[in-house]
C-alpha cells in the first residue's frame, strides 16, 4: 500500500492518494492481496516439493452469478481455509490466556485469518445471500453424502473421492519427503506445546510433571477419538447395528450424538481424575482455563499423527489380504473418518459464519464492491458497440 501511495502522490497529490488507498481498503483490497499472495506462496512450495503446481482457470470472464460453494471449499480448503482455521483457533486460546488487551498486537493475524477463510465467498458474487445460502447448504450435506454432481472436477460428486485426489500426490510421496514434511510440522507443534507447558498452573514439586501431564491429555483425548470412531463409524464392527438404525430416519444421527456426547463426558471425568492431582483444574475461573489449554494440547497430539496416518500408502485393491495389509488399511480408514469430521466442522464453520454475514445488512455492499458503477458503465459501453456491429454486419 505504502508504495502505491507515494506514487500517487507523486504522479497526482495528496489528497487523491489518499482517497485511492482509502477506497482501496474498504474495497477488501487487503483480503485479495493477502489470499493472493497466499496463494503463490502454496503453489511455490507445491512446486518444490513434488515437482508440479497447479492451476486454477478462471477464463478472465465476467462472474455475475454465485460460484459453488463446495467447489470454491475443494479448491481452497487445503491451500487457505485450514489455514484460517487453524489460526483463528490459535487466536482464540491465546486471548482466552492474555491478560490484558492486546488486539493492537495480534489484529493482522485476525484479517490474516479473516482472509484465508472468507475471500473465496467475499468476491463470490451473492454469496451472502440467504437463498445462495440455503441452496450452498443443500449442496454440502449432498456432497458429505456422496450425492452431489459427479461431472464435477473440483470437488469430485463426493467428500470420498475428492480426499483420495487431494490425498494422492502426499501418499504418493517417497519416505524421506514424508518425513521431511513432518518434521517440520512436528517443529511447529512441539513449539506451541513447550508454550502451553510454560502457561500451566503448577504449585512446588507438581511444576516438573508439565510436559507429562500434556502428553498424557494427549493420549486420552487420542485414546476418546478412538472409542468415538470404534462406536460411531460404519467401518467398524458396530457397522451392522448402525445399518440398521438407518431403516427409522434420523435414528442413526442420535445414535451417534448419543455416542460422542457420552464420550465426551467420559473424556472430561478422565482428565479431572488424572489431571487435578498435578495441576490446577476445574469448570470456573484459572481451571476452565487450564481445561481449554489440555483439550487444545489433546487436538494439537491427536491431529499430528493423524496427519501422519493420513499419508501412508493405500494398498491397492487387488493386493493380498495379508495382516500387515489389513492393519494398514484399518489404519487409513480411522485417519480419513477424522478428516471427514474436520471437514465437516470446518465448512459447517463456513456456512455458520456466511449465514451471520448474511443476517447483517452486507449484500448490498459486497455488490457494490463487485459491480462499481464505473465498471458498469465499461460493461454497457462494450454491449453498445457490439449491439452497433451486429446491425452493421446484419
Same mark, same amino acid.
Given at each position: 500500500?505504502?508504495?502505491?501511495?507515494?506514487?500517487?502522490?507523486?504522479?497526482?497529490?495528496?489528497?487523491? &492518494?489518499?482517497?485511492?488507498?482509502?477506497?482501496?481498503?474498504?474495497? @477488501?483490497?487487503?483480503? =485479495?492481496?493477502?489470499? &493472493?499472495?497466499?496463494?503463490k506462496g502454496f503453489r511455490l512450495a507445491e512446486a518444490i516439493k513434488?515437482?508440479?503446481?497447479?492451476?486454477?482457470?478462471?477464463?478472465?470472464?465476467?462472474?455475475?452469478?454465485?460460484?459453488?460453494?463446495?467447489?470454491?471449499?475443494? /479448491?481452497?480448503?487445503?491451500?487457505? +481455509?485450514?489455514?484460517?482455521?487453524?489460526?483463528?483457533?490459535?487466536?482464540?486460546?491465546?486471548?482466552?490466556?492474555?491478560?490484558?488487551?492486546?488486539?493492537?498486537?495480534?489484529?493482522?493475524?485476525?484479517?490474516?485469518?479473516?482472509?484465508?477463510?472468507?475471500?473465496?465467498? !467475499?468476491?463470490?458474487?451473492?454469496?451472502?445471500?440467504?437463498?445462495?445460502?440455503?441452496?450452498? =447448504?443443500?449442496?454440502?450435506?449432498?456432497?458429505?453424502?456422496?450425492? &452431489?454432481?459427479?461431472?464435477?472436477?473440483?470437488?469430485?460428486?463426493?467428500?470420498? *473421492?475428492?480426499?483420495?485426489?487431494?490425498?494422492? !500426490?502426499?501418499? @504418493?510421496?517417497?519416505?524421506?519427503?514424508? /518425513?521431511?514434511?513432518?518434521? #517440520?510440522?512436528?517443529?511447529?507443534?512441539?513449539?506451541?506445546?513447550?508454550?502451553?507447558?510454560?502457561?500451566?498452573?503448577?504449585?512446588?514439586?507438581?511444576?516438573?510433571? #508439565? *510436559?507429562?501431564?500434556?502428553?498424557?491429555?494427549?493420549?486420552?483425548?487420542?485414546?476418546?477419538?478412538?472409542v468415538i470412531y470404534l462406536l460411531a463409524s460404519e467401518n467398524t464392527?458396530c457397522s451392522a447395528p448402525i445399518s440398521g438404525l438407518k431403516m +427409522?430416519?434420523?435414528?442413526?444421527?442420535?445414535? #451417534?450424538?448419543?455416542?460422542?456426547?457420552?464420550?465426551?463426558?467420559?473424556?472430561?471425568?478422565?482428565?479431572?481424575?488424572?489431571?487435578?492431582?498435578?495441576?490446577?483444574?476445574?469448570?470456573?475461573?484459572?481451571?476452565?482455563?487450564? $481445561?481449554?489449554?489440555? /483439550?487444545?494440547?489433546?487436538?494439537?497430539?491427536?491431529? =499430528?499423527?493423524?496427519?501422519?496416518?493420513?499419508?501412508?500408502?493405500?494398498?491397492?485393491?487387488?493386493?493380498?489380504?495379508?495382516? =500387515?495389509? #489389513?492393519?494398514?488399511? $484399518?489404519?487409513?480408514?480411522? $485417519?480419513?473418518?477424522?478428516?471427514?469430521?474436520?471437514?465437516?466442522?470446518?465448512?459447517?464453520?463456513?456456512?455458520?459464519?456466511?449465514?451471520?454475514?448474511? *443476517?447483517?445488512?452486507?449484500?448490498? *455492499?459486497?455488490?457494490?464492491?463487485?459491480?462499481?458503477?464505473?465498471?458498469?458503465?465499461?460493461?454497457?459501453?462494450?454491449?453498445?458497440?457490439?449491439?452497433?456491429?451486429?446491425? +452493421?454486419?446484419?
Amino acid at each position: 500500500m505504502l508504495p502505491f501511495f507515494l506514487e500517487l502522490w507523486m504522479e497526482y497529490d495528496l489528497s487523491h &492518494a489518499t482517497y485511492e488507498n482509502v477506497k482501496l481498503i474498504l474495497m @477488501g483490497s487487503w483480503m =485479495f492481496f493477502l489470499f &493472493a499472495s497466499q496463494t503463490k506462496g502454496f503453489r511455490l512450495a507445491e512446486a518444490i516439493k513434488y515437482g508440479k503446481a497447479g492451476y486454477v482457470a478462471t477464463g478472465r470472464g465476467y462472474v455475475i452469478e454465485p460460484g459453488s460453494f463446495i467447489g470454491l471449499y475443494c /479448491v481452497y480448503a487445503k491451500s487457505h +481455509i485450514y489455514t484460517g482455521f487453524e489460526t483463528f483457533c490459535l487466536l482464540v486460546v491465546y486471548h482466552i490466556f492474555s491478560e490484558a488487551a492486546t488486539w493492537t498486537a495480534v489484529w493482522t493475524l485476525w484479517f490474516f485469518a479473516a482472509s484465508m477463510m472468507l475471500a473465496p465467498y !467475499m468476491f463470490n458474487p451473492q454469496s451472502l445471500s440467504l437463498t445462495t445460502i440455503g441452496s450452498s =447448504f443443500e449442496e454440502l450435506l449432498a456432497w458429505l453424502s456422496g450425492h &452431489a454432481n459427479k461431472a464435477s472436477k473440483d470437488h469430485h460428486g463426493s467428500w470420498a *473421492l475428492w480426499h483420495e485426489n487431494r490425498l494422492k !500426490m502426499v501418499r @504418493g510421496s517417497g519416505f524421506l519427503a514424508k /518425513v521431511a514434511d513432518h518434521t #517440520r510440522i512436528a517443529l511447529i507443534r512441539i513449539v506451541i506445546f513447550l508454550a502451553i507447558a510454560a502457561r500451566l498452573e503448577t504449585s512446588g514439586k507438581e511444576a516438573a510433571y #508439565r *510436559l507429562p501431564l500434556l502428553l498424557l491429555s494427549g493420549c486420552i483425548m487420542a485414546a476418546a477419538q478412538l472409542v468415538i470412531y470404534l462406536l460411531a463409524s460404519e467401518n467398524t464392527l458396530c457397522s451392522a447395528p448402525i445399518s440398521g438404525l438407518k431403516m +427409522i430416519p434420523h435414528l442413526a444421527k442420535v445414535y #451417534r450424538a448419543t455416542v460422542v456426547a457420552g464420550v465426551i463426558v467420559v473424556y472430561f471425568y478422565v482428565l479431572d481424575v488424572v489431571v487435578s492431582p498435578y495441576c490446577t483444574f476445574g469448570w470456573s475461573g484459572a481451571g476452565a482455563r487450564m $481445561a481449554v489449554l489440555h /483439550v487444545f494440547t489433546g487436538a494439537l497430539f491427536t491431529t =499430528f499423527w493423524l496427519q501422519l496416518l493420513a499419508t501412508l500408502d493405500v494398498p491397492k485393491p487387488k493386493a493380498p489380504r495379508t495382516l =500387515f495389509v #489389513r492393519i494398514k488399511c $484399518a489404519i487409513t480408514a480411522y $485417519a480419513d473418518w477424522w478428516y471427514f469430521v474436520m471437514d465437516t466442522i470446518v465448512s459447517g464453520t463456513l456456512i455458520f459464519t456466511l449465514l451471520l454475514l448474511g *443476517l447483517l445488512p452486507l449484500l448490498r *455492499l459486497q455488490s457494490l464492491i463487485l459491480f462499481n458503477r464505473e465498471f458498469a458503465k465499461v460493461i454497457a459501453a462494450k454491449l453498445r458497440r457490439a449491439e452497433l456491429l451486429k446491425r +452493421i454486419l446484419s
